[in-house]
T-cell receptor, first 111, second 115 residues
């Protein structure tokens, strides 16, 4: 089936550091979405990617749609305490209208 | 405006109660979704409405009953729930379904506790 792999489950970084997280699959995806979720809140859309090779930025965040269409990465530069949360990748394969989610990466930022 | 609103924010109910969760969006989106999310897990799809018609039911127990009164509103009626149904219930909307127009925007969720 369609699965999105996000590893590791948790990441710990120092405030001010850059961090990169990726999302991989054995299936081809046509759309990649990156969400951040704070405790008790709904996921917030960070970046949406629609074309292979596409590189998109949103402030300190940059994400890329892999050219093989089987992966995507998200970079956060100069991390700050409010970057703490769970980061989910998600995507569509085009086989149906269901969004596939990765298991998420919990990011902790040490001041 | 990319806002999806959900009420109530928190809900505590007994196993014999009937309650409803409400979701609203004014972005002109024609697809709306219900998800269930357990702590530290990704959202699990429950239902998809496309153009006000139920298009996907992920084999959800009948104690959960969705309703889409119009293109802006989505309800989830709850009856005779079990304690294991306690979770964060998320509503989402997208312009349409499918890859290029299916970018989903989530509401803040309803935290449900079943006693």
């Amino acid at each position: 089936g369609q699965q999105l792999n996000q590893n590791p489950q948790s990441m710990f970084i120092q405030e001010g550091e850059d961090v990169s997280m990726n999302c991989t699959s054995s299936s081809i995806f046509n759309t990649w979405l990156w969400y951040k979720q704070d405790p008790g809140e709904g996921p917030v859309l960070l970046i949406a990617l629609y074309k292979a090779g596409e590189l998109t930025s949103n402030g300190r965040l940059t994400a890329q749609f892999g050219i093989t269409r089987k992966d995507s990465f998200l970079n956060i530069s100069a991390s700050i305490p409010s970057d703490v949360g769970i980061y989910f990748c998600a995507g569509y394969t085009g086989a149906n209208s269901k969004l596939t989610f990765g298991k998420g990466i919990t990011l902790s930022v040490r001041p | 405006d990319t806002e999806v609103t959900q009420t109530p924010k928190h809900l505590v109910m007994g196993m014999t109660n009937k309650k409803s969760l409400k979701c609203e969006q004014h972005m002109g989106h024609r697809a709306m979704y219900w998800y269930k999310q357990k702590a530290k897990k990704p959202p699990e799809l429950m239902f998809v409405y496309s153009y006000e018609k139920l298009s996907i039911n992920e084999s959800v127990p009948s104690r959960f009953s969705p309703e889409c009164p119009n293109s802006s509103l989505l309800n989830l009626h709850l009856h005779a729930l079990q304690p294991e149904d306690s979770a964060l219930y998320l509503c989402a909307s997208s312009p349409s379904t499918g890859t290029s127009s299916g970018t989903q925007y989530f509401g803040p969720g309803t935290r449900l506790l079943v006693l």
